[in-house]
């Protein structure tokens, strides 16, 4: 079975990927591989941080691999959080600090228009590759769900009338942005 590095330790991230692959591949972590670096991502875009994670991964580590980087644009925001959204509320990665903030930020403003964007570069047989998936929703006026990671529990698809975090793993990952992206990954990768 083909392996590929999945340019991240983030939990969350690896079991919705081995669920959407299904098998198909064999997909390790930067911990499979021994990679416990911080992985810079210093882009202002986030296909350039996608990028700038696999080519760290095959530059240091020799393995094909991809990367993922994911934002949430908001609106009435000016499209932020954006390719800060990990690390909105500060560098900790607190998913139910950066879900506060976002929420503050928001108080009165009934526009609350988003979409999730993940980029994903897939460096394989010394080629890159992008896929880019979608999807558009709103910001809720509060957490709803308990299932799901980061901001999850207060987005919602404009195609469910339930936010990410009340899904079971399927269902979001029939509709999501990562979801739309590793299918296309996969479809690439199948039929190359």
Avoid: W
């Avoid at 390719?83 to 560098?91: D, I, K, L, T």
């Avoid at 460096?123 to 590759?129: C, F, M, P, R, S």
């Avoid at 999807?135 to 698809?157: C, K, N, W």
Wanted: glycine share 10%; hydrophobic share 40%; aromatic share 8%.
């Amino acid at each position: 079975m083909q392996e590929l590095v999945f340019a991240t330790n983030n939990a969350h991230k690896i079991e919705e990927i081995r669920r959407i692959v299904d098998g198909r591949f064999r997909i390790l972590s930067l911990n499979d591989i021994g990679c416990h670096e911080d992985i810079p991502e210093t882009s202002s875009t986030l296909e350039g941080n996608a990028r700038q994670k696999a080519r760290f991964v095959k530059e240091h580590y020799g393995f094909d691999c991809f990367a993922d980087d994911t934002g949430l644009m908001v609106d009435a925001l000016g499209g932020a959080p954006g390719v800060y959204s990990a690390r909105y509320a500060g560098p900790g990665h607190d998913s139910k600090a950066n879900m506060a903030l976002l929420l503050k930020n928001l108080e009165g403003i009934s526009a609350r228009s988003a979409r999730f964007v993940t980029e994903i570069c897939l460096i394989l047989d010394g080629k890159e590759h992008i896929f880019e998936g979608r999807v558009d929703g709103e910001i809720l006026t509060s957490a709803q769900g308990e299932a799901g990671f980061g901001y999850d529990p207060v987005f919602r698809p404009y195609e469910s009338d339930r936010s990410f975090a009340l899904m079971s793993p399927d269902e979001k990952n029939a509709i999501s942005h990562r979801g739309r992206a590793t299918a296309k990954l996969l479809a690439f990768l199948l039929n190359p």
